[in-house]
Nanobody, 124 residues
Framework: VQLQASGGGLVQTGGSLRLSCAASGRSLSSYVIGWFRQAPGKEREFVAYISWSGSRLFYADSVKGRFTISRDNAKNTVYLQMNSLKPEDTAVYYC??????????????????WGQGTLVTVSS
């Protein structure tokens, strides 16, 4: 599985960005696609995940109500719409593929494949 993340950039507090994660490879339906982020000096943390059917969807408390994860099955792409951005959202954002059989989908340890990161910077 290969993952290509894009869409990061610089935005002011309260602004919006949309990240994209284009997936390719075999048996994509066997994976759940998630977003993680890593701020400078901090550990990588879970943001959100979604299954290709859309039946499994979950957010970290820190982004619930501000971020929306969605998918376009025809394009094999997962999106992360980020609204009401805060300086504490500044981080490198990574998309990730987790096998759908993994029990805990909210830790980096469950990730099978990582995409390259895309930097999101929120200025105050």
């Amino acid at each position: 599985v290969q993952l290509q993340a894009s869409g990061g950039g610089l935005v002011q507090t309260g602004g919006s960005l949309r990240l994209s994660c284009a997936a390719s490879g075999r048996s994509l339906s066997s994976y759940v696609i998630g977003w993680f982020r890593q701020a400078p000096g901090k550990e990588r943390e879970f943001v959100a995940y979604i299954s290709w059917s859309g039946s499994r969807l979950f957010y970290a408390d820190s982004v619930k109500g501000r971020f929306t994860i969605s998918r376009d099955n025809a394009k094999n792409t997962v999106y992360l719409q980020m609204n009401s951005l805060k300086p504490e959202d500044t981080a490198v954002y990574y998309c990730a593929a987790l096998r759908s059989t993994v029990v805990i989908l909210t830790t980096p340890q469950g990730v099978a494949y990582w995409g390259q990161g895309t930097l999101v910077t929120v200025s105050s």
